[in-house]
T-cell receptor
Framework: EAQVTQNPRYLITVTGKKLTVTCSQN?????MSWYRQDPGLGLRQIYY???????DKGDVPEGYKVSRKEKRNFPLILESPSPNQTSLYFC?????????????FGPGTRLTVL | AQSVTQPDIHITVSEGASLELRCNYS??????LFWYVQSPGQGLQLLLK??????LVQGIKGFEAEFKRSQSSFNLRKPSVHWSDAAEYFC????????????FGAGTILRVKS
């Protein structure tokens, strides 16, 4: 089944404890992206990747890191999480980097930073 | 700057009644427009998309949307709402200058009363 998977789905952590949220797609997609969803703000892009080893900042990159060492994986790294990073996170992928390509979203990761 | 506005934070309609969710966008180039739906605790599902051509587009679950360039709008409609349509709806525009970045509106929460 074609899908985008994220792990973990739920995470409660404390300020300053490094964490990684994994994202994997099995559709051989070039483009991958991370969004965060906050009430009243919709989804905002954190980072994106157009292909292996090609990543760039989105609209809200502060406090996050990403890597794209393999085409299928695009982990989101929070080196020192803070309470303002409490949010619902979505990974997405699309076949190419064209705006015409549908993006497929993962199920989301709900992160709470205490 | 590119942006998407969904003026209605909450909408309540009776089951069987018609529905229209409003969306206005700001984008200099020809827009690629999308509507997504998010059921409680779920990820995002694509309802429909507009790239070019016919300005009235049909989607899944009986939804349709009309692109009006003169009004910079892409309103979502359904002639008869079902209780299962209760969810949050997001309008988005693809920004081609950044690969396949989606800029989302803040969302509209639809409540269906019986």
């Amino acid at each position: 089944e074609a899908q985008v998977t994220q792990n973990p789905r739920y995470l409660i952590t404390v300020t300053g404890k490094k964490l990684t949220v994994t994202c994997s797609q099995n559709m051989n997609h070039e483009y991958m992206s991370w969004y965060r969803q906050d009430p009243g703000l919709g989804l905002r892009q954190i980072y994106y990747s157009m292909n292996v080893e090609v990543t760039d900042k989105g609209d809200v990159p502060e406090g996050y890191k990403v890597s794209r060492k393999e085409k299928r994986n695009f982990p989101l790294i929070l080196e020192s999480p803070s309470p303002n990073q409490t949010s619902l996170y979505f990974c997405a992928s699309s076949l190419r980097t064209s705006g015409a390509d549908e993006q497929f979203f993962g199920p989301g990761t709900r992160l709470t930073v205490l | 700057a590119q942006s998407v506005t969904q003026p209605d934070i909450h909408i309540t309609v009776s089951e069987g009644a018609s529905l229209e969710l409003r969306c206005n966008y700001s984008y200099g180039a020809t827009p690629y427009l999308f509507w997504y739906v998010q059921s409680p605790g779920q990820g995002l599902q694509l309802l429909l998309k507009y790239f070019s051509g016919d300005t009235l587009v049909q989607g899944i679950k009986g939804f349709e949307a009309e692109f009006k360039r003169s009004q910079s709008s892409f309103n979502l409609r359904k002639p008869s709402v079902h209780w299962s349509d209760a969810a949050e709806y997001f309008c988005a525009v693809a920004i081609m200058e950044y690969g396949n970045k989606l800029v989302f509106g803040a969302g509209t929460i639809l409540r269906v009363k019986s």
